[in-house]
């Protein structure tokens, strides 16, 4: 398992706050965080924190001269315990204590400011973007479409309340230290309209969308023109649930182009069409075939050049073969440090050469990554998706049952890959490998609801470590609802794929199967990243 700085470790709900005070990082750390409990703001009362130093004992007496209080420390060190807070009661109790630690916590408070429909959401954003002091705050801008983004048809907000949201985008220029952005709009839509998607409703359509997304980006094109006030550049972007569908209208343009190119951070998580009356036709939608397409050509390419960072996520979707097969392999990212990657799944050999081909990379991010070795495709989708079966294995002809598809083999395995990226990328220091659980998702491990960082682009910056956890093996079949890409169990154990024309007590477990390979190469690649990390903190 890969360690984690103790910088982000938690125990009860807890960070150990001592190794970020002393500067340590990359270092494996035993800590009793009882130890260090008075450091902790979130269990410390005003008077404690005014009054009580903290504890003498272990690191902390070794490196903390003298007695001294949480208060009087170097306001530097104060601030990089705040940034450590959750919650905003705790955040608006510190800033009762004294003036010092009311502007270290209203400057945590305020970091981020966020917009909905709601009229509770746009009062706030209008009274913190007309206040002179407050408005020099905020450093990240949400801007949600719904306040609920799982609602469904029918429950949205109020049209004259998106209309004043709409108007409230413009607020934009009034935050003028502000460099990072996300717009995150409802997980349902709608692809090209069909006859037999009449029945389907969604709140926001793909013209809807467009909209949000000119009205966003032209709000973030004037705070740049604006009355000649100095401003930050937004240099981070995020679009959560984008549609998988190509916009060139939009793409095209020249507001597009003028956002895109200030940016060295993009963030996108990616939602196609999913019909709970026929999920069967869903892969039928022409977008799977061309949206592939249309993100290299018009979302990445125009600014490759810039980035640092790059994450690319599907919500809930297996993405990266097939209908449509993504490659960016002729695109150069000359400065991408972090690249962060969700559900992408690999059916051939060279589908990560476009990765390893990044030697600038530093960080890989793999949430929910996949290699998928059977596949049945209908007839009629190999034919109009035209994979290029590179590496495939055609399997016989099933018994018995119409033959209605082709069956395929691929025999790539995650030590294949893990070996790839070990000797590939020269400079990578950090690599996360895991399936992060569904935010709100019960964990029948620790029997209680998951409390964690949820699965999502906007959590890509959380990594629990690598592991070959039991779902990295997925298989593909046009044949069985609700989805196509049935996962693993939690013992690896794949059922679902086949059918009764497969004989009794069919199961593959490649899990199993290629478990002590697997786990072999991901070691020997976290331990040359602790060797690379080690190198350069030697330095």
């Known amino acids: 398992m890969n360690r984690l700085p103790v910088s982000r470790m938690r125990v009860k709900g807890s960070l150990y706050l001592l190794p970020i005070i002393l500067g340590t990082s990359h270092q494996q750390i035993n800590i009793n965080p009882q130890h260090y409990h008075n450091l902790n703001p979130r269990t410390m009362s005003s008077s404690q924190l005014q009054n009580n130093p903290p504890g003498e004992h272990g690191a902390n007496a070794s490196h903390v001269s003298g007695t001294r209080s949480l208060l009087n420390l170097a306001p530097e060190v104060v601030s990089n315990v705040i940034e450590q807070v959750d919650g905003n009661d705790t955040l608006k109790s510190l800033r009762l204590v004294n003036k010092s630690m009311d502007a270290h916590a209203r400057r945590k408070l305020y970091e981020q400011v966020t917009l909905t429909p709601a009229h509770s959401a746009i009062t706030r954003w209008q009274s913190i973007a007309d206040s002179e002091t407050l408005s020099l705050l905020p450093r990240h801008a949400l801007i949600q479409t719904r306040e609920d983004l799982d609602e469904h048809a029918q429950e949205g907000d109020p049209i004259d309340e998106m209309d004043d949201f709409c108007d ?286 949820g699965y999502g682009v906007e959590n890509r910056d959380f990594c629990g470590g690598a592991e070959a956890f039991a779902k990295r093996y997925v298989v593909f079949n046009n044949g069985i609802l609700p989805t196509h890409w049935p996962e693993a169990k939690d013992d690896g154990e794949i059922t679902d794929y086949f059918d009764p024309d497969d004989g009794e007590d069919q199961t593959a477990n490649f899990h199993k199967e290629f478990l002590e390979e697997d786990q072999r190469s991901l070691e020997r690649l976290l331990e040359k990243c602790r060797a690379r990390r080690e190198a350069t903190d030697g330095k």
């Open 168 to 453: 409230a985008l413009a607020a934009l220029s009034k935050f003028p230290r502000l460099d990072s952005l996300e717009l995150a709009f409802t997980n349902e839509c709608q692809g090209v309209a069909s006859d037999e998607h009449w029945y389907m409703d969604v709140n926001e359509d793909l013209s809807h969308r467009v909209e949000i997304l000119e009205r966003v980006f032209r709000a973030i094109k004037n705070r740049m023109d604006d009355d000649g006030v100095p401003r930050s550049k937004i240099r981070s972007l995020t679009l959560r649930n984008l549609q998988n569908a190509p916009i060139d209208t939009f793409t095209d343009s020249e507001l597009f182009s003028a956002v895109m190119q200030q940016l060295d951070e993009l963030h996108i998580g990616m939602i196609q069409e999913y019909n709970e009356h026929g999920p069967d036709h869903d892969y039928k939608c022409l977008e799977l075939q061309t949206f592939p397409g249309h993100l290299v050509a018009k979302w990445l390419k125009p600014v490759a050049a810039n980035l640092k960072a790059l994450s690319l996520y599907s919500r809930n979707e297996n993405w990266g073969c097939f209908p449509g097969y993504f490659d960016p392999s002729g695109i150069s990212f000359p400065k991408l440090e972090t690249l962060s990657l969700g559900y992408y799944t690999l059916t051939y050999d060279d589908q990560l050469d476009w990765i390893l081909a990044q030697k600038s990379l530093t960080k890989l991010v793999m949430h929910r990554c996949m290699i998928a070795p059977l596949m049945r495709i209908d007839k009629e989708n190999v034919r109009e998706w035209k994979p290029s079966k590179q590496g495939w294995e055609e399997l016989s002809s099933r018994r018995g049952g119409d033959d209605w598809c082709n069956e395929f083999r691929y025999r790539g395995t995650w030590s294949q890959f893990f070996d790839k990226i070990a000797d590939g990328l020269p400079n990578l220091k950090e690599f996360c490998f895991e399936y992060p659980k569904s935010e709100g998702s019960y964990d029948f491990e620790l029997r209680q609801i998951w409390s964690g960082k």
